[in-house]
Structures are given as structure tokens and as C-alpha cells.
């Protein structure tokens, strides 16, 4: 342990977790939380994105690292199922990738009563448009080819749409067997979010966490789809980056060059992006830049968001939220995210912005 404050530790004391840090007296050489007479127990139980699953594995190896005897469960089924189970007092806390809207919010309210909800976007990754066609190395695709794609409106690899794409590579003359989740999704909801906003009139369908397009293959969760898409010659899907494996990923149209999908370009839109309007003090939902058509962004973009209570009855829930959550906004914690995910670390005016907002969990006094 230092004896003199680094300025990741400064920063942690102007910010951060008031019981877990103790006035910022125990921490480690991390700027972190430490055991010690700060050691804290019990068990936090979170559910939702299954977007999250590698970074929530990351960080809870992390934080066990330094609070080896708090437990978080986390169960990955889904954004919409975990804005569910938070919304109906089921967990502590809940992953969602996309934001709460506006009958979700009211319910929250009811959860978490007049000190209302936050929203944390603390994961930030690219969705890949994964794909498996033999003899197909690499693959660049048009926002309006995508979207015809997904809408089975191109339906063999050797259509006209997607050889203009691709002048000069030899694509076979096979069936295209698109693979959508069969759950309600927050991958779902900004995939189709992107295409409403980037394809114009090729993509006919509102955004929704439900896939819009009757027919085709279906898969839960996004390790189903990419099982899915691995599991056959023809077949193209959208999936967290960080499951991608060895799959073919597209690059897709921006402008007038076609990107991959990496960290950076995926930060790049976010910085690009504006925080909603109407909401609570510690509600930093943001609306993404879809439809930019700058150098080097990436579009197709997962803002995945930590959800949960400033206010919780429970003293020790708050007490385990807030240091847990206080790893998980810090340079260790989105660099372990980043590693094990491929995620991009959130920037450090987002790392403030959603200190502020974890600073304030406390324990709902009203008799």
C-alpha cells in the first residue's frame, strides 16, 4: 500500500465510492479499493447483455482481486430480460445495451423511486458482421447491400449488389442464410439502429430489440449466432466483436472507404455521439452517431450501460454497488474489459461523468 496519493487515487478520493474507500484511506497501489479494515462482503446480483459476458468476466476477476469475499453474479440472458428482471426487483443491477425507454423509465421510477435510475455507458465495442463462405477472405459491404442482406431481398453471394462492393473477388454462387438473434436484444435494437439511420430506404423496419424481418435463421444470445454462422457456408450474422473467433468480419461502408471494426474507430463515433435529453442527473444515455459518414469511424457500435438505483434499502447493496461499479469505470477495470473483450476503454470525461453518478449510490432513508 502507498503511503502518499497518486493521482489515480486522488482522483478516486474527489470522486468515488464513499464506504468502500473510507475517506480514501485503504487503497491499493492501484488507486483502488483494498481489502484490509475496508474488506467488504456479500454477494451483488446483476443480468442482462450478453454483449458484456467476456468484459463481466474481466472485471469480476478483477474486483475479486481486491475484494475477494464479494460475489457478483451476473447472468448473461439478454439486455431485454435483464431490463426486466431490474425493472421487476429482480437484481441488483442489470446490463442493457440500449437505453431505458420511455415506459421502461416509468417503471424505473417505481423501482427506484424519486432519486431515479443511472445509466452508465460503460462498454463500448463494435458489433461485427460476422460471415462464413468458403473461399471468401475478406468481404466489404455497403450500408445498402447490408441492409438487403438482412431483409432477404439479396439472397446469393454473387449478387450484383455485393460484387460492386467487392471489384475483383471471386464470390460463389451460393444461397445467403442470414442468422438474427431470437431474443429480444440490445445487439438487435443498434444493429437495426444503424441500418434505419446509415441504409436509408433499403432498410424499412423501425428500430426495435425484436428482429423485424419475418423468415431466416434464428439463434439466442450472441454466442448463438456466431455457433450459427460457424456452423454453416453461406451464412452472415451480427455479433459482439469480442465472440467473433474466426470467423470472416466485414468491413463496412463509411463515407467513401469501408472500415473494420476495431476499438478505436468504435470510440471514435462515441466521442461523436450526444448524451439524451429528459432525463435524471445520472442518467448518461447517449444517442450514436449512425449515419456519420467521417473518416475512420465505425459505426455499427455497441454503448453497452451499467443500470441501477442511486437509492437502494438495502445499506449493503448500495455499499457493494458503488465499489464495484467503482472498479469498473477505472483505467484497471475497461483495461481488463479491453483484453479480454476487444472493448474500447471509455475516455476519461466519461470516467468522471459516470463517477459522479456512482458517488452518489446511497441508502433510501425515506421511513
Same mark, same amino acid.
Given at each position: 500500500?502507498?503511503? &502518499? @496519493? ?27 479499493? &483494498? ?36 460475489? !457478483? ?59 462464413? #463462405?468458403?473461399? #471468401? ?17 439479396? @439472397? ?12 475483383? #473477388? ?11 438473434? &431470437? ?59 469480442? /465472440? ?56 455499427? !457500435? ?13 445499506? /449493503? ?21 479491453? /483484453? #479480454? ?21 446511497? !441508502?433510501?432513508?425515506?421511513?
Amino acid at each position: 500500500m502507498r503511503s &502518499s @496519493t497518486s493521482p489515480s487515487v486522488a482522483l478516486a478520493c474527489l470522486l468515488g465510492a464513499t464506504v468502500a474507500l473510507s475517506g480514501c484511506a485503504a487503497v491499493n497501489e492501484r488507486g483502488l479499493p &483494498s481489502g484490509g479494515e475496508n474488506a467488504l462482503s456479500g454477494t451483488l446480483v446483476g443480468a442482462g447483455s450478453s454483449a458484456q459476458q467476456a468484459a463481466m468476466q474481466g472485471w469480476r476477476a478483477g474486483f475479486t482481486s481486491i475484494q475477494p469475499e464479494v460475489t !457478483v453474479n451476473y447472468d448473461p440472458i439478454g439486455s431485454g430480460g435483464g431490463r426486466e428482471q431490474f425493472l421487476a426487483g429482480g437484481t441488483d443491477f442489470a446490463g442493457s445495451d440500449a437505453p431505458l425507454d420511455d415506459e421502461e423509465l416509468a417503471q424505473a421510477e417505481e423501482r427506484c423511486g424519486t432519486s431515479g435510475v443511472f445509466e452508465l455507458p460503460n462498454y463500448i465495442s463494435p458489433i461485427a458482421v460476422v460471415y462464413n #463462405v468458403e473461399g #471468401v477472405g475478406e468481404l466489404n459491404l455497403s450500408p445498402e447491400t447490408l441492409a438487403g442482406i438482412f431483409d432477404q431481398q439479396i @439472397t446469393t453471394w454473387d449478387d450484383p449488389a455485393i460484387a460492386a462492393d467487392n471489384p475483383g #473477388v471471386e464470390l460463389p454462387d451460393l444461397r445467403i442464410t442470414p442468422v438474427n438473434r &431470437s431474443d429480444e436484444s440490445g445487439t438487435t435494437e443498434n444493429f437495426v439502429e444503424y441500418l434505419a439511420a446509415a441504409a436509408g430506404d433499403a432498410w424499412p423496419y423501425e428500430p426495435d430489440g425484436n428482429w423485424p424481418v419475418p423468415g431466416g435463421e434464428a439463434a439466442q444470445g450472441n454466442s448463438g449466432v456466431v455457433g450459427a454462422v460457424r456452423a454453416g457456408n453461406g451464412t452472415i450474422g451480427y455479433a459482439d466483436l469480442s /465472440q467473433a473467433g474466426d470467423l470472416g468480419v466485414a468491413r463496412i461502408g463509411v463515407g467513401e472507404e469501408f472500415v473494420a471494426p476495431t476499438a478505436e474507430a468504435a470510440a471514435a463515433v462515441v466521442e461523436d455521439s450526444h448524451r439524451l435529453e429528459g432525463r435524471g442527473p445520472y442518467d448518461f444515455a447517449i444517442e450514436i452517431a449512425r449515419d456519420t459518414a467521417e473518416s475512420g469511424r465505425y459505426p455499427i !457500435v455497441l454503448v453497452s450501460y451499467h443500470l441501477g438505483c442511486v437509492e437502494y434499502e438495502d445499506p /449493503q447493496t448500495a455499499e457493494l454497488l458503488r465499489s464495484f461499479l467503482t472498479y469498473v469505470v477505472s483505467e484497471e477495470g475497461q483495461q481488463a474489459a479491453a /483484453q #479480454v473483450a476487444g472493448s474500447a476503454p471509455i475516455s476519461d470525461a466519461l470516467r468522471s461523468q459516470a463517477m459522479t453518478a456512482v458517488d452518489a449510490i446511497t !441508502v433510501d432513508t425515506t421511513p
